[in-house]
Each structure stands twice: as C-alpha cells, then as structure tokens.
C-alpha cells in the first residue's frame, strides 16, 4: 500500500527549550502530527480480501465448469475491484476440508491454476461440510484435531473489503455427512462470526437438486453478513457470472466515532488531542447518562456514539461495537496492551447519531483506564491496517471507526491531596525508546496558581530521568522520585527511557488551596517521542466551594 510521508512538526521539548532560553514560558501548542497515510482508494471495493470456498463434489461439475469459463473476468474484476491490492484464498470440501491456497498478497497466479484444476468427484452422500468450510475461512483453522488438509493461518485485513464466496448445492452436514437442526444452526453461526469480522459471506445455490432447505440457509448467509445470493440451474450456468456480481458488492457506508468535538469523520486530521474521544463516556446507568469515572463493583456502561454518515459513504450501516481498555496514560501498541470489555449486538444505524450501551462487569481497581472503541462493519472497513503492535494512536488518528477516550475526571477538597496513574510505554516493540512526559494547561493554570501538582516518576523513571542528564523545563525537582510543575501552560521532562513491551507506572498528585474552591481546571498529561505524540489523559479538576 502506498503511503504519504507524515507532516513533521517541532518537538514538544525542543520548543520548550528555545522558550526557556529566552527566559519566558509561552503557551507551546503542538501542531498536528498526522502518521503516514494510505491515500483513499479510487477502485471500488479498495483492499480486497476474498476467500473462494468451493464444493467440488462430483454433483458440481456443471458449476465448476462454469466457473472457469469466467475465471479471466473474474481475475480483472478482483484486480479492478481492489485496485491490484488483494489478497486470495481458496477452500474446497466434500465431507472434509481441504486449504489449497491460504490467504497471501497478490497471489491470483497461485490461485487460478488452483481453480482451473480443480475435479468434481466423489462426495459420497449429501450432504456436504460447507458450514466447517466457511468456518475454516472465517475463523483461520488450523488442520489439527479436524478433517481438513492445510491451514488457513493468513490474516484478514481490517482495511479490507472482506469476502467469502460459496458455491454449493448441499445442505451443510458438518463432518458427519448428516444434515440436522444442528447443521443448520451452526451454518447461522458461522455467519455471525463472519459479520462480526467484518467479512460478506456472499452465495451460490447450484441447483443440481431439489432439496428443501438448502435456498434459506444459504439466503441467511448473505442475509447475516450484507453478502449476495444467487442461485443457477442444474447445468451450472450463471455461476461464475455470480461470483462476479459477488465481487462488485463493495457498497460504503461511513460511520464514525468522533475524536474531539469538531471531528467530521474526516481521517486523518489535525485536532488535537485526540485521546479525549466525546463520543465515549462510561455511565452506571442506560443511557441517557452523564458520564463518570467507572465505578468498581457494580454494572457499567461504555456509551459509544456513533455518527452517520461520514465523507467515506452514505447510507443505514449494519455492524457493532468493540470495547477494550488499559491503564491510563500513552504508547499503548494494538492490541496487545488492551483488554477487551465486550461488544455489542449488530445494530442497525441510520443516518444521524445512535448510542450503543456495552456493559462492564467487575471493573478492576482502581477505576482510571483509556477505553478504546472500534466500530465493525462488512461495509465499513477501516481504511488504515491495524498492524499487530502498532500505535493506537496512529490507528486512532487514521480510523474513523477507531476513537480513544481518556478523559479521568478528579474531584478536589482544598488542601486534600489526590493522586491519579499515568502509564507510560514504549511504541516500539523492538528497541528502547526515550520519550517526553509533557504538562499542559490549556485554560487557566492550576499548577504554578491555585493549585499544587507533583508527579513521582517512581525509582526506575527517576534513575533513568537522573542517567539522561535531568532534562525538562517548567519543573522542579521535590524529592527522590517527585517532581512538581511549576507553572505556565506547558511543562516538559525529557529523555525517559523505555524499554520494549515496558508499561511503567507513574502517580500525579493534585492538591488544591481555598483559591481554587469553586473552580475547575483542566490539566493534561501525555507522553510523546520525536514529533509524535503517543496519548495522554486529560484531568478534569472540579474543587469544591
């Protein structure tokens, strides 16, 4: 995939440095740090994931020999569709399974060879194991403990219009070559698993029979998953003609969730922060709500609101709602340093605003995290790849469907002092990395006036704070670990080492004097490296009269 370099802008504690030099701490507020961005696509599908899941059962010649008279058109048209960027696997079954081709970039040569050669023979009864077919593709089976020769161990993209493509004319049996209740149910299954990854299950009905049934499973497939049916004669004609209109089924919708308030869905953009989502907040009641911090012991609810349409596409989107979270603070990788909290049923959304309500049950001590919301839909893929071990905030910056939201709200009683965690971390798994720890009061100050701030960078932060020389500006030291800031609207310590996979800990005091009382502040704390930020949290002080 193409990319574009990101705009470079100037080091939070480089400018704070030149600042100092001239004996004045000025307002420093960071530009937009926009990662590097794949272009929008101009094919009609963009990034194109297709798995073939074929039954070659000796009943299914006539289709077969159908398919391959089109399979020139339907190369172009995966080319042409994805613009050249796709990815292909091929599954075939009888009452076993068997991986021909796993899913891998650019590999129509491997595949249509694959396809050409492929003989309907054997098959034995109907029915056939089109239900563990699709499940192998779905859910990326491995050959151990199941009737199936190969792994399907490729990677789905979560950029990626994502499809599988069935051609039967059996009713699904499982590994057993019995067709019951069950078989039926576990084919509605799979198309549940499929539509919660964002994968069409599109199909084609070979009437080579007249059996009852087969026509609504295979209709509920598509139905579940926003994929295509069809349905050709007992000579098969018309089924590459299918598979075709199967990969034109690339429809957008656009539904996201805002990183700051003027967010339009637009992605990627400059505001800043981008960490202090508004369409996420947590409530112990169904909304509507007013947001608080998570309450430990009783039922919570994540509320993600979700904004329809974007600038991607038009149109009601059918999808759900993923919720994880991590301690507070910046450089949490994807998705490793998330725990999920659980997601929603597919819900329906039209255009304007819907709240999704997500339940969270038995929220750990002690109640500060970042929550993370991603929204999943068969028409909506995200249009940047979340890389395993990338930057959330990359991903956050250049998802729409991706927002991030660590807002920790602390109430204050003067002269009581309160301590909230900030997570620092490292946003490269394979190296050591020294970050900033940067202060920011972008309204009236609390640090440095009516108020006291002191963060102890614990003995492993403050050792390796001290090796680097003790870098930052607007900063005092107040003790072994502890430093306070003093004042103005930006503060910075520089040069903190971190390790790879390191999640080191850190605790910010808030104490308030009678001159805060009545007012509130807000006060945020967020680790960058070079000229990206990493994530932050905001601190909403409220103090009391």
Known sequence: ???????????????????????????????????????????????????????????????????????????????????????????????????????????????????TALTATNGANEPEASDEAVNTAVNNLAATGRPQTGDFSGTWRSNATKMVILVTDAHPGGFDDTFTAADQANAHLRAVQAANKGIKVSTVYAQTNALPGISTIMQDYATTTGGTYSATPANGAGAGAAILDALKNCRKTDVFIKDAPGDTGVAPHGLNPIWTSPDIKVCTTLPPCVGTNPVIGPTNYVVVTL?????????????????????????????????????????????????????????????????????????????????????????????????????????????????????????????????????????????????????????????????????????????????????????????????????????VTFTASDAAAGTDFVFRVSQSTGDEDLGGVEFQLSTER
């Open 1 to 115: 995939m193409s990319t574009r370099s990101r705009p470079r802008r100037r080091r939070p504690f480089t400018a704070a440095l030149a600042f100092a030099a001239a004996a004045a701490f000025l307002p420093v507020v960071p530009a937009a740090a926009a990662p590097a961005v794949a272009p929008q696509p101009t094919s009609p599908c963009g990034p194109l994931d297709v798995a073939f899941v074929i039954d070659d059962t000796a009943s299914m010649g006539p289709a077969l020999t159908n398919i391959k008279s089109e399979l020139g058109n339907v190369a172009t048209a995966v080319q042409a569709n994805s613009g050249n960027d796709y990815q292909l696997g091929l599954v075939t079954f009888k009452d076993d399974v068997t991986v021909r081709t796993d899913l891998a970039p650019l590999n129509l040569a491997a595949v249509t060879p694959q396809i």
């Open 307 to 507: 904004n329809n349409p974007g600038p991607g596409g038009s149109g009601a989107s059918t999808g759900h709602v993923e919720v994880s979270y991590t301690a507070q603070g910046g450089a949490a990788l994807w998705p490793m340093d998330w725990i999920p909290v659980g997601s929603s049923t597919m819900v329906t959304v039209p255009a304007g605003t819907t709240q999704v309500a997500i339940p969270w049950t038995s929220v750990p001590g002690p109640g500060h995290f970042c929550l993370l919301a991603r929204w999943i839909s068969a028409t909506d893929p995200m249009t940047f790849p979340e890389l395993t071990g990338s930057n959330t905030l990359v991903n956050t910056r250049n998802n729409n469907n991706i927002a991030w939201h660590n807002v920790d709200t602390v109430k204050l009683k003067p002269g009581t002092p309160v301590t909230h965690p900030f997570t620092l971390g490292n946003p490269a798994a394979d190296r050591p990395t020294p970050t900033d720890l940067l202060f920011t009061q972008p309204g009236k100050p609390f640090a440095g006036g009516p108020g006291k701030v002191v963060v102890d960078l614990g003995k492993v932060l403050a050792e390796r704070w001290r090796q680097s020389g003790q870098k930052g500006v607007g900063v005092r030291q107040v003790g072994e670990t502890q430093v306070e800031i003093t004042g103005g609207q930006q503060a910075v310590l520089q040069g903190l080492l971190i390790q790879p996979k390191e999640r080191l800990e850190t605790a």
